[in-house]
């Protein structure tokens, strides 16, 4: 027991010194093992979950009251459609952002971790691309019925310029930039 111990250490050691892939997390450059590596990232995932949970279950909650309010009248078909799409893509989102968490526990003590962690990044990044376009419909319909249909359309093309710049295009440009391991 003692010399598996040793030797799984050895093997982090040797694995961060020569930049050994590990799955699913690009080169090793942390002495840790598998099991720690799927810890960190799931618990690194459920703080970003936290933060945009919340977020979307109140937008999801606003959107499902809209129609009962007096001024939904004023949405014309083509703005009901964006509603529509707006409130189905905001509880999609909702779906997928709370999906790891009943993995999770449905899961628990199964020895899944590296599917949950998987399955959980993609239910994740899906939500999180979703919650974009529902925060663009959104915006679409509140100029829409502050300000008209052209400022709708300008300030949702503006919002959806947004998230994919900061949610798509700048990741993807810094994920593609530091594929090398940095100076020892």
């Avoid at 003692?2 to 590990?22: P, T, Y």
């Avoid at 709370?98 to 599917?115: C, G, Q, Y």
Wanted: hydrophobic share 50%; with cysteine.
């Amino acid at each position: 027991m003692i010399l598996n111990s040793v030797r799984a250490g050895h093997r982090r050691w040797e694995d961060r010194l020569v930049g050994v892939e590990g799955p699913g997390d690009g080169p090793r450059l942390r002495n840790e093992t598998d099991t720690e590596r799927l810890d960190r990232n799931w618990a690194s995932l459920l703080q970003e979950l936290r933060v945009v949970q919340t977020g979307v279950q109140l937008l999801t909650g606003f959107l499902l009251t809209l129609p009962f309010q007096p001024r939904f009248d004023m949405l014309d078909a083509p703005m009901k459609i964006v509603y529509l799409v707006t409130v189905s893509s905001a509880v999609v989102s909702t779906a997928l952002l709370v999906a790891p968490v009943a993995m999770h526990r449905l899961l628990f003590r199964r020895h899944l971790l590296d599917k949950v962690v998987t399955a959980a990044h993609r239910f994740a990044y899906a939500g999180v691309l979703l919650l974009g376009v529902a925060v663009t419909g959104m915006t679409v319909i509140i100029f829409e019925v502050v300000a008209g249909r052209t400022a709708a359309l300008i300030a949702g093309g503006c919002a959806l310029v947004l998230f994919a710049a900061f949610w798509l295009v700048l990741p993807l440009t810094m994920r593609d930039g530091g594929r090398h391991p940095p100076p020892p």
